[in-house]
């Protein structure tokens, strides 16, 4: 289930697929080996330009919407997080974008960024958003952040529930303020849950391919990602094209992955069976006050 | 996931993509092109692959055919709306060699595709009701000189126009692009004109943009393929054409928005009394025509074919073809029910419900249907003057190559002589 | 669960013993005593909820206008009109049936990638044995292919063992995308909670599986519900495969149903069914999500204490 495809696609992006034609104009030899004239094709052929613009799109709307997921999806959890009259409601409000299905609210926006949609309407603009340039690549970024911070949000918001509230209220008589319990406390301690959830975010967003397929539409220079890119040609038969984008993009995916656990040291392949009980238990014991510096420790 | 732009259909540019071409296949010599095609046989249910019908006049069809062949029901594989998901489905069954689609509504610039890869079947054209039908229709459906699939519906453009303003000014419908725009000249001077632009049609990256330039340049009498299917972008009038558009975007004729409309788009500018004259499809006139408080044009428009150079410009044909899958079974019935469901007698039960044009001409002036369909001897003039169709084997391709080019030149990206001699060169790649 | 304020000595389990450990204090809640008052507060919850409403009081209010004035930009409909989900419900695809075939599929995926998932991240976090990296870079890899490219291999397989037209279709490739995501949440979740529970709990003669289930499964039912949530929704939305596979109606799930919406032509989009099916489609599914919120958590929580 997990390596045929993998395999078939491997195997498919090393020919091409090329519609020859016989003199009676019908296609012969559709599948040629070409070896890796594909990939040659997508890094230093004619493909290369809009390759490397789609990589740095998508590079672009990953780096900056799971940023801003991140900053809005933290800060819904620690509201959530409180007890406060309309919880409830915030918590249903949160879900709503996350829960509506994700070929409808890309109508929704690009419908919304319409030349006389609402969005030009109420802000008095004349900002053609689905056209090419900034303003199509800020829409994709504002539908994106709003559809998927909610993902973020309810997972940190998992993380801050099972966080122990005497660390809290050690780092109270200490005196923290609310601003450095945050960064001392509750961002170490929620940080494996963020992180996985980043993780799901980065992989996500590296494969974006809805939102801005519907929204601005496909081969737009601006919003074009590497998914659409594999889907354009396989939409033209380029099967052995559009397969090697997506090993380049599964690839790339596996990299950037390796490199956000290896940088900022998630808590993802490590194995703690080994990790130290003693250590644990003396938090447990007296929970404050650096509990931040425990639990680094524990996860290395 | 997509399901988007619900506005991928034909577009009809002389697009001839590759070797191909009636003129490649077509001689004596060649023994094995027009060879006859096998004989369709097996009988039994079979399945009518197709998007949507919100009208349900494809459904009455179906149950009138099942009615009289109990033994050999036909069952209705509804696709998405979207045209790019529908035609995904259909490459996908034929890629696995499934049966389990029989019947295939395809889009009549899909039709060469299919045909090349053999994923239809050839037809006799002897058993086909073919006589009556208009022959840009018919010349659209075949493939290498053979009748590939059998028109179902068809489409053309009309340009409307605002009749109360033009009254006004004192102006007739033009014909001419020169003419529009001194028409518009005139009306916009009016002041219950104020605020009003002249001119629109489908701008966006998407077909749309294919068919409103293959339109220009027809217009202009030139052509994006020429007569041996080679293309033929870089010539006089195809930069006329380009630079129709692209000095209208300049000087304000077409306004700056259009280049995010697709048909619905402009469709609603037109409603809302934002433009003078518009390019679109038959479909609007009926919303353009509500009394229901929605439009503010009902009653205060009119069609023309559209305008061209000098004189009325060439329009692209739309519309669908019926085919049968090559992985089929049963495939004798397929070809009774396809010549049953495109008869006359059932395109005219059809216009009861829909207002998709029938493909015969007769019905066309019809007295009847056009007190229902007012436009249709106005798109008769436009179908029957259209293009000759594309055979376009690699038509995704070449379609995305001409949008790219077009809207560089539209958005201001490139001079339009730069994006047509870069469009010539990459399809001629494509074609070789 | 978000009112357990009081000193109770949360997951106590079953040995009198466990409830005196120091460290038992641990396992408690931390949001009750962190309340947000004044403006400050209410502005927080306006802005939020403004943000995340208004895109969709858009979907409503277009929802209720006609199929004429539907791109209107008035923040009420001119007309009211509930023709479109008159539209929905009245089309060729059956859309209530549809919406029961999204919830068999969703839910069975859920249920599946939790059970798998809860025990797999049990293991990886509890237990210590070989190639547990491997384990965990072989689960990931397999979210990280684009979904499309899987869908041709995956007919023509489907297509010879004649799962065409079934459930199983959908719901397997599903569970391939729903298992990493429901292994690697709860993992990191499992890990966090403390060991000494079920270390007591083991030495108080339970078996390791009384010290997974009556102490480590409710503290980790935030953790747990979150994830059925994300799958759920994960899951619900899928909408390629859900094409591909299946072309009966009687087994179409929603997001295909919305799909095959259509408007009187083809370049109409149904905008106004589309808007439709998608509050049809939302509204339940928070609602049905806040009260499972309560439930589950507060069933998990009160066996624990039993």
Redesign the interface.
């Known amino acids: 289930m997990i390596f045929y495809p993998l395999l078939s696609a491997v195997g498919q992006s090393l020919y091409s697929a090329e519609s020859r034609l016989d003199e009676n104009g019908f296609v012969v030899d559709r599948e040629v080996f070409v070896g890796l004239e594909n990939y040659a094709e997508i890094f230093v052929g004619a493909q290369s330009e809009r390759f490397y613009n789609a990589l740095a799109n998508t590079t672009f709307f990953t780096v900056v919407s799971v940023a801003l997921e991140t900053v809005i999806g933290v800060a819904f959890a620690l509201m959530m997080n409180r007890a406060f009259r309309g919880r409830a409601f915030l918590r249903a409000a949160v879900l709503v974008p996350w829960a509506i299905p994700t070929a409808v609210s890309g109508l929704l926006w690009r419908w919304m960024f319409q030349a006389d949609g609402i969005v030009n309407a109420l802000s008095g603009s004349q900002v053609l958003w689905t056209a090419e340039g900034m303003a199509a690549q800020a829409a994709v970024i504002i539908a994106e952040v709003w559809k998927t911070s909610p993902f973020i949000g309810l997972l940190v918001l998992a993380g801050l529930q099972i966080i122990p509230e005497e660390v809290y209220e050690a780092a109270k008589l200490d005196g923290a303020s609310a601003w450095k319990q945050f960064w001392a406390i509750t961002l170490p301690l929620v940080k494996p849950a963020l992180m996985v959830a980043v993780l799901f975010r980065l992989l996500d967003a590296l494969r974006m391919f809805d939102l801005p397929f519907v929204l601005v539409g496909p081969r737009k220079e601006s919003v074009e990602t590497l998914s659409i890119l594999a889907w354009d040609s396989a939409n033209q038969l380029q099967y052995g094209a559009a397969s090697a984008f997506s090993i380049v993009l599964l690839l790339y995916v596996s990299v950037i992955v390796y490199m956000f656990v290896r940088l900022l040291g998630a808590d993802i392949f490590q194995s703690d069976a080994t990790r130290p009980q003693s250590s644990r238990r003396r938090r447990a014991v007296s929970p404050a006050p650096r509990p931040a510096a425990h639990h680094q420790e524990e996860t290395r | 996931?997509?399901?988007?732009?619900?506005?991928r259909?034909a577009t009809l540019s002389a697009l001839a993509i590759?070797?191909?071409?009636m003129t490649?296949?077509g001689g004596p010599s060649?023994s094995?092109?027009a060879s006859a095609p096998e004989e369709l046989s097996g009988r039994g249910p079979i399945t009518y692959v197709s998007?949507?019908?919100?009208?349900?006049a494809a459904?009455e069809t179906i149950e009138a055919w099942n009615a009289a062949h109990p033994e050999e029901p036909v069952e209705w594989?509804?696709?998405?709306?979207?045209?790019?998901?529908q035609r995904?489905?259909m490459?996908?069954n034929a890629?696995?060699e499934?049966d389990?689609y029989t019947v295939l509504n395809l889009d009549v610039v899909w039709t060469s595709?299919f045909?090349?890869?053999?994923w239809v079947e050839p037809l006799p054209v002897e058993e086909l009701p073919l006589d009556g039908m208009i022959d840009a229709t018919v010349e659209a459906a075949t493939?290498?000189d053979q009748q590939f699939a059998v028109p179902y519906y068809t489409d053309g453009a009309l340009l409307y126009g605002r009749s109360d303003l033009l009254e006004a000014a004192g102006v007739q419908m033009p014909t001419t692009w020169e003419a529009m725009e001194q028409a518009c000249a005139a009306v916009l001077e009016l002041p219950e004109a104020e605020g009003m632009s002249c001119y629109a049609g489908q701008f966006?990256?998407?077909e749309g943009l294919t068919v409103n330039f293959s339109e220009a340049a027809a217009s202009a009498g030139g052509a994006l393929y020429d007569a041996d299917g080679q293309p033929s972008v870089d010539t006089p009038e195809t930069l006329d054409a380009l630079n129709f558009l692209v000095d209208g975007f300049e000087s304000g004729m077409i306004p700056?928005?259009a280049?995010?409309?697709?048909?619905?788009?402009g469709r609603?500018?037109f409603q809302?009394g934002d433009l003078v004259f518009l390019r679109n499809?038959p479909?609007?006139y009926?919303?353009l025509s509500?009394q229901?408080?929605?439009?503010q044009v009902a009653g205060k428009f009119t069609v023309a074919p559209i305008p061209g150079q000098d004189g009325p410009g060439v329009s692209t044909l739309g519309g669908r073809n019926l085919a049968i899958s090559s992985s089929a079974e049963n495939k004798a019935t397929a070809l009774d029910f396809i010549t049953f469901f495109v008869s006359q007698e059932q395109e005219r039960a059809r216009l009861e419900l829909s207002?998709?044009a029938p493909v015969y001409s007769a019905l066309f002036e019809d007295q009847e249907i056009v007190s229902a369909l007012p436009y249709l001897p106005t798109l008769l003039q436009s179908v029957e003057s259209a293009q000759p169709r594309p055979?376009a084997?690699?038509y995704?391709?070449a379609t995305?190559a001409i949008?790219?080019a077009v809207y560089a030149a539209i958005?201001g990206k490139q001079t339009p002589e730069e994006s047509l001699a870069g469009l010539q060169i990459q399809l001629e790649e494509l074609a070789n | 669960m978000s009112t357990v304020t009081q000193e109770v000595p949360a997951p106590p389990g079953r040995a009198p013993q466990i409830s005196k450990a120091p460290h038992v204090r641990a396992g408690r809640r931390a949001q009750p005593a962190r309340t947000l008052h004044g403006a400050a507060g209410v502005a927080a919850v306006v802005l939020i909820g403004v943000y995340c409403l208004a895109p969709f009081y858009w979907m409503l209010v277009s929802s209720l206008r006609r199929s004429g004035d539907i791109f209107d930009t008035t923040l009420l409909p001119s007309v009211f009109s509930v023709e479109s989900y008159v539209k929905v419900f009245s089309g060729s695809s059956d859309f209530a049936h549809a919406l029961v075939n999204s919830l068999i599929v969703a839910a069975t995926t859920t249920a599946l990638a939790l059970v798998f998932a809860i025990f797999a991240a049990y293991a990886i976090s509890r237990l210590n044995f070989r190639f547990k990296n491997v384990i965990l870079a072989v689960i990931i890899a397999t979210s990280m292919f684009p979904g499309i490219s899987v869908v041709v291999p995956l007919l023509r397989l489907f297509s010879d063992i004649g799962w065409i037209n079934t459930y199983q279709a959908m719901i397997v490739p599903s569970l391939s995308f729903a298992i990493p995501l429901a292994v690697y949440i709860l993992t990191t979740f499992m890990k966090q909670l403390p060991f000494d529970l079920e270390e007591a709990a083991m030495m108080d003669g339970a078996t390791k599986w009384q010290a997974f289930r009556k102490i480590l499964l409710p503290l980790a039912a935030p953790g747990i519900f979150t994830t059925a949530i994300l799958t759920f929704i994960q899951s619900w939305n899928e909408f390629i495969i859900a094409l591909s596979m299946v072309n009966d109606p009687a087994v179409q799930t929603a997001t295909v149903a919305i799909s095959k919406f259509t408007g009187a032509s083809e370049f109409q989009a149904p905008y106004g069914e589309q808007m439709a099916a998608g509050v049809i489609v939302t509204i339940p599914l928070v609602i049905m999500i806040l009260i499972f919120q309560r439930r589950i958590v507060e069933g998990l929580t009160s066996g624990a204490t039993k």
Not at chain 2, 18 to 21: K, N, Q, S
Not at chain 2, 292 to 295: E, L, N, R
């Open positions: 996931m997509r399901q988007r732009r619900p506005n259909f590759g070797v191909l071409t490649a296949c060649d094995t092109a998007s949507p019908d919100s009208s349900g459904q594989i509804e696709l998405p709306l979207d045209a790019d998901q995904q489905q490459i996908q890629q696995i499934s389990a595709e045909a090349a890869n053999r493939y290498a966006d990256k998407n700056q928005e280049v995010t409309f697709q048909e619905e788009q609603q500018a809302d499809w479909y609007i009926n919303p509500a229901d408080g929605s439009s207002s998709r055979k084997v690699q995704g391709a995305a949008q790219d958005t």
